[in-house]
């Protein structure tokens, strides 16, 4: 009965890793840090260790968890979703 249940969880089969590289890819870091207050967004931030505090970090991933949800309806939030490319002369 819970497998059944899952498909209406909007975070049904998004890992903490997915939802974390469509929002960076979607605004880049120091957007996200605007949006979403935590320090691993702030200073040197990267996939994996961002991660790591969030994996070991239950507020902070409930924050950037309510953020993904909250937002639904944008473009990170859609199967498929790949960020576009950076416009001429901007690297990463």
């Known amino acids: 009965m819970v497998g059944e249940l899952q498909p209406k969880n909007p ?3 998004v890992t903490l ?3 974390l590289t469509r929002l960076v890819e979607y605004h880049g870091w120091e957007r ?3 949006f979403v207050k ?3 967004f702030q200073e040197n ?3 994996s260790s961002s991660l790591k ?3 070991r970090t239950p507020w902070a991933r409930e924050k950037l968890t309510e953020f993904y949800l909250k937002y639904q309806g944008n473009p990170w ?3 498929g979703y790949e960020a576009p490319a950076p416009p001429a002369g901007e690297g990463h």
């Open 11 to 13: 975070l049904h089969g």
């Open 17 to 19: 890793e997915t939802m």
């Open 32 to 34: 996200l840090a605007g």
């Open 38 to 40: 935590l320090h691993c």
């Open 45 to 47: 931030p990267s996939i």
């Open 53 to 55: 505090f969030l994996r």
């Open 77 to 79: 939030n859609k199967p």
